[in-house]
Structures are given as structure tokens and as C-alpha cells.
């Protein structure tokens, strides 16, 4: 009997691991793959693979042992017709100690300068890399108020920072990210805290991920309005600007204002090159809302009355963050948040544009060494603005 070639599927994770968070889905490769080969895809799955992305958020393919890293720019390519030939953190990695985008000493790979490497421990002669010393940052670098010694010793942790991958400077963010586990370590589950006192168990260094959909969903209709009728400004330099402050217990925000550089401290900036975003982006494949703030980052907002059209611009930074903050507090909680358990092997795209995520754990505690590849093209399309 002649063999009946199974093209490629996308099946949603269990709902015990979506729960109520709209994430989530693995990818099937056709029965004849056993390595994502995009060029091997035909139309209809590349239609199915980003249309899959943009309902699922993240996608995850297991099994990608030995795979290209040329395969990780491939796929964020085919993800965003506009996509740049660079990584949007810019053709060469950040180095300058003064920016937290550099703090956990990541490299790029020489055959494939738009893929870092990230993770934790010393790594020697990977790629034709330099060795490294790779740290994988946890809460207690940037929380106002850490969990405390004991809490950590019985295995809870936080999100570090609530982020898209976004420079917020000059290269607009990649509408997809792609990442690669290489090497995972074998440790015991975490306890990820909430506010409310909700506890969550998820691998320890899992992906935490959260739906901007989800996010508009939760809103208010009087705060839906607000959210499409607004524009959030990033502060010029923003990695560096706050690279003294501290966060907010979930991870979304900043505790308090006070010790933002000042702008004569940053590197020099033109403000034509500082990004302002819509608060609410338009899903490029189903058409919905995400409200999509990096509150970390935020300096001012600009938002227009739709009774009269009139528009103001909030500039207290207090205010700014409060209202921030408010608007994606209530998404963190345990059924809105998909923490993604890493497998050796695993290739896992997600939705930069319509997500945010977090590192979560506390990895460097333990001698076991992660290593992962990690790739977000520059784009040359800003992101659509939702309008109701
Ligand atoms: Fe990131």
C-alpha cells in the first residue's frame, strides 16, 4: 500500500494547561519531517503555521534536536513578510555594561548572527562562541521587595519582568520570537507567586507567557474604549533609563518612581527614534484586540476623548505606571498565564506582537547549565492599531 503523506497539523495544548489563557498549541510536522524544513512546506501548512501562531500564541514544536539555527531566522521570517535580515536587539549583540538587555552576558552565534545564545552556566566552544558565562536572571535582581531566602529555598518564584522583546528604539519588535532548547536542566518543580496569594507549580525556569487578548477581555468596556483611543510613549533609552529601578511584585510594572536615569545620563538618543505604540494592537490573522503595554518602560501616554475628540497627554509618571499597571494587573492570575515547561529538543514560536512574557525560576542557584537559542527579526511594518 502506498504511504499517505500526513501534512502538518496544529493541535491545542490540553485544557489543563490553556486553562483560560487563549495559549498554546503543538505543532504536528507532516509525517515525512522530523526537522521543521520550511522550505519543504507547502503553501497551505505555512498558512496553517502562522495562522496557528497568531489564534495560539505560542507554538511548540518537540523533538528539533540537531536543527539548523539558520531554521529559527527561517521561521521568523515566515512570520513577518516585512522582516529585516537582523535581529531586532540590532546586528550586533549589546555589550555595553550600562544596558540590562546585556545583563545575562548572551552572545550571537558567528553563522547566524540574528540567533543569541541564553541561558545559565558556563558554556565553552559552542558554536565558535567565545566561552561564555551565561546568567539567567531571576526576580530578586529587580523586585522592590524579593521573596524572601526561605521562600526561595522552598522553591517560589516570580516573574522577573513582564516584557515584549522590543528595543523600543529605532528597530521595531519582530512579530514572532523563535526559541531553542539546547540543554535543559533536570530540577524540582517551582511555586510561581501571585499577589492574591494564588500559587501556581511550573518548572523551574519555565516561559511564562500571558495573552494581550486575554488581557482586552478583562477590561472594562469604558477601559476598552480608553485602551484603543490611547498611545503608550516608551522613555528614550528605555533598558538603560531604568536600569537603577526596581519592580513591582508581578513583574509588570515599577514600584517607584525616583531613580530613572536622567536624560543627560543615557547614551545620546534622537526622540524621532523612540517608539510610541497604539495600547491595543490588531491581531493580523483574526483581527482581535491585544492590549499590549511594556509597563516597565513606560513614560507618557496620549490619549484622545472619542465624545470630543479632544487629545491629552498624561505625563505624571506615577499616574502613567497607575494606569498601567492597572489595566494588566488583573491578568495576572493563575488561569490567564501559560508557563511553557522546557524540553530538550523543543522549537517554540511565540506572538511577540499579541503576548507578553517573563522569565520565571531561579536557576543560577543550581550548578546545572541551560542553554537555549533565541531569535526576534527586526521588522519593517509598526505594529496595526486596533479601532473598535
Ligand atoms: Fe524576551
Partial sequence: MPHIEEPLRIQPLDDGLRKDSQIGAEVVLPSSMSLLDIPSLSENEKKLLRNGLFDNGVLVIRNQHGIEPKVL????KLLDDTALDFHSGGAKQVTDPNNILS??????IPRAPQVTVIGQGVVRGHEGTPDLDLKHLDHTAFHEEPLSDEAIR???TRPYRWHMDAPLYENLPGVATVLHALEV???P???LDFPSGEEMDIAAGATAFFSGARNF????PTEQQFAWNTTVQYAPRAYEWIKDCKATADGLSIAKKGREKDESALPSFNWEKVHSFPMVWKNPANGRPHLQILGCCVYSLRTTDPATGKTVTINDLDEVRNICHGLQARVYAAPNIYAHRWRRGDLVV???RGLMHSITGQLSQHPERRL????????QSVPEAYSS
Fill in 189 to 191: 518543580d517551582q511555586t
Fill in 154 to 156: 522552598n522553591g517560589h
Fill in 350 to 352: 511565540f506572538h511577540n
Fill in 372 to 379: 537555549l537559542w533565541q531569535c526576534n527579526i527586526a521588522s
Fill in 103 to 108: 545583563q545575562n552576558h548572551c552572545t550571537r
Fill in 217 to 220: 477581555d478583562l477590561l472594562t
Fill in 73 to 76: 531566522v527561517q521561521l521568523a
Fill in 185 to 187: 536542566p533536570d530540577l
